[in-house]
């Protein structure tokens, strides 16, 4: 084959090839914007099934309350009516009963007057003894008509007018949720999550977010607060885990719609502390480790990591809980390798920070200092490789140096620095002592 023919039959394969690479994008592209309609077509219909339920609920409450509300001013209507109407009924008896006398006396005075002339003596003497004892000259009282109730409802017309406000400004609807997860950063037994606002016209006052497993459809509260970041712990490593994330607006009670749900997950198991150490107590997740008094006054021994845990490119963080009296020997930090006999990380192969904000490095305390370490300070460390410098060929007894850039932080300050190891680590132990007890340190 002549050289032209190779150079076209490598052209064709490198456009067969291109080819390829395009029409599989392409796929990708076709599955993204798939999956983008489904969220579109299945967020609207569950928006609708919402609103319809919210708005039935909403109607059948109202009615509910209103029917409550009328059988209420009814039965009060009724009470009046009818303690009203009693004393009118007994009145009209007695009257009633009186008209009856009368007539009855009507009737025999009129007898009387025609009765015969032996008879009527008699009975007109018996006539005006009974019309004595009557009484004719005594009349019932009847009430006038402005001391009985008059009954009638007062009713505000402007509940009308304020539910009719309230009900056309009732609920919204927003092609976007006002937050949204922007990053979730995988952690020693957990996942960073990091979200912000999208939309500039939402003002939030609190976030609230909430996580479940892939293969669970009910979540739980993680955090509910005003920052815009939380690392949530306790994750198992290569377990997907779903996260979402709404706010309450400035002057709300009801929270926004929740945001897209996005998955995450941790490949680096838990931070633990090494159990049995004398002197110190774990709690039950080994990532919490209190200096106890049990060990000999004055004396302090290293509580190292069980395991080398903590890799560059990530954060390594103690949070101190509890206090105890600060020491000059006391350390946090992390090391090479973890020695039994050591009593501080204030040695070589070790970067460490004291109680009282010293920062020592291979056992040389630095001019830099950070704020002392007190209950609720947080100490961070990250540390990514500057540079692998091999041993002189000409020169075997020259060792190799491996650089780290090391970053510290605690409070509002930090100290960066170049930490010069004679080996290459790929993994590092964390370590903390305190001479006195008291002292109570979670890390994570």
Request: net charge negative; aromatic share 8%.
């Amino acid at each position: 084959m002549s050289v032209e023919a190779e150079s076209l039959l490598q052209e064709v394969k490198e456009c067969i090839e291109a080819a390829q690479n395009y029409r599989s994008e392409l796929q990708q592209r076709l599955q993204g914007l798939s999956q983008a309609r489904k969220q579109v077509r299945g967020s609207s219909t569950h928006t609708r099934e919402v609103l319809k339920r919210h708005f039935q609920d909403l109607q059948a409450t109202l009615s509910r309350l209103l029917n409550e509300r009328l059988n209420t001013l009814l039965q009060e209507v009724d009470a009046i009516e009818q303690d009203s109407i009693n004393p009118l009924d007994d009145c009209q008896k007695l009257i009633e009963h009186g008209v009856k006398m009368a007539d009855d006396l009507l009737r025999e005075g009129e007898a009387a007057i025609r009765c015969g002339i032996s008879d009527r003596e008699d009975k007109l003497c018996s006539f005006a003894k009974k019309a004595l004892h009557i009484q004719l000259d005594s009349l019932p009282e009847v009430p006038a008509l402005v001391d009985v109730p008059c009954v009638s409802a007062q009713l505000d017309d402007s509940l009308l007018c304020s539910m009719q406000e309230r009900v056309t400004r009732h609920g919204s609807v927003s092609s976007h949720p006002p937050v949204q997860i922007e990053e979730l950063v995988e952690r020693a037994g957990g996942v960073l999550v990091r979200w912000s606002k999208v939309d500039e016209d939402f003002y939030p006052q609190e976030y609230r977010l909430q996580y479940r497993r892939s293969s669970s459809t009910h979540y739980e509260d993680a955090y509910v607060g005003s920052e815009c970041e939380f690392l949530l712990l306790h994750l198992d490593p290569h377990t997907d885990y779903l996260f979402r994330v709404c706010a309450r607006g400035e002057g709300r009670t009801e929270w926004s719609p929740w945001s897209v749900p996005q998955t995450g997950y941790t490949t680096l198991t838990a931070h633990e502390w090494s159990a049995g150490v004398d002197g110190y107590i774990l709690s039950s997740r080994k990532n919490m480790a209190l200096r106890s008094d049990s060990s000999s006054s004055g004396s302090a021994s290293v509580l190292y990591s069980n395991a080398p845990s903590y890799f560059c490119g990530q954060t390594l963080t103690f949070k101190i809980t509890a206090a105890g009296q600060m020491d000059k020997r006391d350390s946090l930090g992390v090391c090479v390798d973890k020695p039994s006999n050591s009593e501080s990380l204030q040695r070589d192969q070790a970067v460490c920070i004291s109680t009282n904000g010293a920062v020592f490095v291979n056992g040389k305390e630095m001019t830099n200092q950070l704020p002392a370490v007190t209950v609720g300070s947080v100490i961070t460390y990250d540390m990514e490789v500057v540079s692998i410098i091999p041993a002189n060929n000409n020169n075997p007894s020259d060792a190799i140096s491996f650089k780290l850039r090391v970053t510290i932080g605690s409070g509002n300050r930090e100290v960066v620095f170049d930490w010069l190891l004679d080996q290459v680590v790929d993994c590092l132990f964390f370590g903390c002592s305190f001479t006195n007890p008291g002292w109570k340190v979670l890390v994570f």
